[in-house]
């Protein structure tokens, strides 16, 4: 049984930042791609960034490039999201994902998803 775990949201003031985890269980995933994704009041969910199982390639949004950083560490099946100079349009829920497909980076088609950790900025 697949399990994504995240943390690290909380409430922080427009500039700050915040690191979230997510932690993966019931195997192992060092051979896929992970990704975070934000879904905020009223809107859909939106691509925020992909690491490749490696950890050598990454892809951002247009919205979060230069300021979110996503790393791995897979002896800990572990995937990081740093979040700097937030702003209150980051507010949203942020969910975890693993893409089975061992296709690259991707944007959608993921195959599992955490239950999500809110992340609120202040003005």
């Known amino acids: 049984q697949v399990q994504l775990v995240e943390s690290g949201g909380g409430l922080v003031q427009a500039g700050g930042s915040l690191r979230l985890s997510c932690a993966a269980s019931?195997?192992?995933?060092?051979?896929?791609?992970r990704g975070w994704f934000r879904q905020a009041p009223g809107k859909e969910r939106e691509f925020v960034a992909a690491?490749?199982?490696?950890?050598?390639?990454?892809d951002y949004a247009d919205s979060v490039k230069g300021r979110f950083t996503i790393s791995r560490d897979n002896a800990k099946n572990t995937v990081y999201l740093q979040m700097n100079s937030l702003k209150p349009e980051d507010t949203a829920v942020y969910y975890c994902?693993?893409?089975?497909?061992?296709?690259?980076?991707?944007?959608?088609?993921?195959?599992?998803w955490g239950q999500g950790t809110q992340v609120t900025v202040s003005s």
């Open positions: 994902a693993l893409d089975l497909r061992l296709l690259g980076l991707s944007k959608t088609g993921y195959d599992y």
């Open positions: 019931g195997r192992t995933f060092s051979s896929y791609a």
């Open positions: 690491i490749s199982s490696s950890g050598r390639s990454t």
